[in-house]
């Protein structure tokens, strides 16, 4: 069974930092491409970042570029996002997400979400 | 980027009844492939997004055929042929065609 699980997040003060973590089992790991989504309360869902199998090429939204970097370690089976600066619209629940085949496709399993909340 | 619309925003429905939700693209999306990429998500209530739909007309794995995508180019449709209370929640289009992958805004059904 394909399994993603997040953690990480928490209350952070605008301008910090936090990492979040996404392990995975169920498949092979270091085949397949994943994605970072977002949602802040109450909102739809907003791509963030993605990275591909092995971990060489990355690609952000341009409201996160230059602030987050997504990583991985296939080793551990683990996919991270290092968020640094952080800001009150960066308040969202956020889902790690396997893309189906290479980078363009949809994402098929979704982990439970891990909640960051940037606050004074 | 993208932008994906779709219509309603929000589709009271009867249960047992059928429930229609349209998605329309700014671009063909259309890939070099030939193939469309196009994808329907639900969220329950609570819930992390679910694969409904992709290709515009692939169920994923374990999605009852009560569930059917359609269309072409830049307008798509997904169907409920008979609405479960199961099926609340919202659904979001998605495309994949071109970076960044963008979202529909969602449409919410409810009993």
């Known amino acids: 069974e394909v399994q993603l699980v997040e953690s990480g997040g928490a209350l952070v003060q605008p301008g910090g930092s936090l990492r979040l973590s996404c392990a995975a089992s169920g498949f092979t790991f270091n085949t397949y491409w994943l994605h970072w989504v977002r949602q802040a309360p109450g909102k739809g869902l907003v791509w963030v970042s993605r990275i591909n199998h092995d971990g060489s090429g990355t690609t952000y939204a341009d409201s996160v570029k230059g602030r987050f970097t997504v990583s991985r370690d296939n080793a551990k089976n683990t996919l991270y996002l290092h968020m640094n600066g952080l800001r009150a619209e960066d308040t969202a629940v956020y889902y790690c997400a396997r893309a189906m085949w290479g980078g363009a496709g949809p994402p098929d399993y979704w982990g439970q979400g891990t909640l960051v909340t940037v606050s004074s | 980027d993208i932008v994906m619309t779709q219509t309603p925003l929000s589709s009271p429905v009867t249960l047992g009844q059928p429930a229609s939700i349209s998605c329309r693209s700014s671009?063909?999306?259309?890939?070099?492939?030939?193939?469309?990429?196009l994808s329907w998500l639900q969220q329950r209530p609570g819930q992390p997004p679910r694969l409904l739909i992709y290709?515009?007309?692939n169920r994923f794995s374990g999605v009852p055929d009560r569930f059917s995508g359609s269309g072409a180019g830049t307008e798509f449709t997904l169907k409920i042929s008979r609405v479960e209370v199961e099926d609340v929640g919202v659904y979001y289009c998605?495309?994949?065609?071109?970076?960044?992958?963008?979202f529909g805004q969602g449409t919410k059904v409810e009993i």
């Open positions: 998605v495309q994949g065609v071109q970076f960044p992958q963008t």
């Open positions: 671009q063909s999306l259309v890939n070099s492939d030939g193939k469309t990429y």
């Open positions: 290709q515009i007309s």
